[in-house]
C-alpha cells in the first residue's frame, strides 16, 4: 500500500512539474504577442485570479481549451512515466490489463504454452473508425498537439545536455506558438468525405506503428513469463488486428 502511494504521489508531482513547465511557456508566448491579459488566463496559476466570464477578452476561451489539452497531455505522460518505473522495478506483469498481467496468470492457473499460443493464434481484432463529422477540431491543430506532446516526452531522456535541452524547450515554445496562430476548431461543419480523409491519416501516420507496437510488446510479455521467446516470431502466430468503418 504505502509503495503504490508513492507511486500515485510521485505521479502527481510529475504531472504538476510538466503542467507548470507547459503552462508557463504558454504564458510567456501570449505575453511576447502583447496578450497579457490572456496569458493571466490560465489556470493553475498559483491562485492568480482570472477575469469573471462577463469580462473575458476575446479568444479566452481557446486559451483555455489550450492549458487543459496541455494538462491531459501532462497527466498521459506522468501516467506512461510511472508505468515504465513500475514495469522496470516489478516486472511486465503488475500493469493491470496488459498482456503481462493475463499471460502470467493463465499460467499460474495451470495454462501451457502450447494452449495459449493455439488461443491467441484465434484472436481476431477489428477496430472501428467511425466516418462522420464528430471531430470539431482541425487537423492542423491534432498534429500540433501530437508534436507537443513527443517533445515533452523528449525532454524524459537523460542523455541530453543542458543546452541541448534548452533547444527542445524553445521547440516547445515554437510549437505553442504554433497552435495559437491556428485556429482551434473547423469554421464549417466537415462533411463525411473530410472525416473519411482524416481517417485515412491515422491509417498511414499513426496505426501501423501502434500495430507493430503492440506486438512487440505481445513479444516480448510472452518470453518475459518464460515462454519461448521464438514462438511467436512469425506474424501468423500473433492475433489479427484489422480496422472496420
Known amino acids: ?10 505521479e502527481l508531482g ?18 511576447r504577442q502583447g496578450h497579457a491579459d490572456l496569458a493571466a488566463m490560465i489556470p493553475w496559476q498559483g491562485g492568480v485570479a482570472g477575469p469573471s466570464p462577463a469580462d473575458w477578452p476575446a479568444r479566452a476561451s481557446q486559451v483555455l481549451a489550450i492549458s487543459f489539452q496541455l494538462l491531459n497531455m501532462a497527466e498521459d505522460n506522468a501516467a506512461a512515466q510511472a508505468r515504465r518505473t513500475r514495469e522496470a522495478d516489478q516486472g511486465v506483469h503488475v500493469e493491470h490489463g496488459l498482456w503481462g498481467e493475463h499471460l502470467a496468470q ?11 499460443r493455439d488461443l491467441i493464434r484465434r484472436v481476431n481484432v477489428e477496430a472501428v473508425l467511425t466516418a462522420h463529422p464528430t471531430e470539431a477540431k482541425r487537423g492542423t491543430v491534432l498534429e500540433q498537439h501530437r508534436e507537443i506532446y513527443l517533445l515533452l516526452v523528449k525532454l524524459e531522456n537523460q542523455m541530453w545536455t543542458p543546452l541541448e535541452r534548452q533547444s527542445i524547450i524553445a521547440d516547445l515554445s515554437l ?11 473547423l469554421i464549417d461543419r466537415p ?8 481517417i485515412l491519416h491515422y491509417l498511414r501516420e499513426l496505426l501501423p506503428e501502434t500495430v507493430h507496437r503492440h506486438d512487440q510488446r505481445l513479444r516480448q510479455a510472452w518470453g ?16 489479427r488486428i484489422g480496422f472496420g468503418t
Not at 500500500?1 to 510521485?10: A, F, K, R, V
Not at 462533411?191 to 482524416?198: F, G, I, P, R
Not at 518475459?224 to 492475433?239: C, H, M, N, T
Request: proline share 3%; net charge negative; glycine share 10%.
Open 1 to 10: 500500500m504505502t509503495s503504490t502511494l508513492h507511486t500515485i504521489d510521485g
Open 191 to 198: 462533411q463525411v468525405l473530410d472525416e473519411l480523409d482524416n
Open 14 to 31: 510529475k504531472t504538476g512539474h510538466d503542467l507548470s513547465m507547459l503552462t508557463g511557456l504558454f504564458g510567456e508566448m501570449l505575453r
Open 224 to 239: 518475459a513469463v518464460g515462454f519461448d521467446a521464438g514462438a511467436l516470431a512469425e506474424p501468423a502466430a500473433l492475433p
Open 175 to 185: 510549437a505553442l506558438e504554433r497552435l495559437w496562430r491556428t485556429g482551434e476548431v
Open 106 to 116: 493463465l499460467k499460474a492457473t495451470g495454462a501451457t504454452e502450447s494452449q495459449l
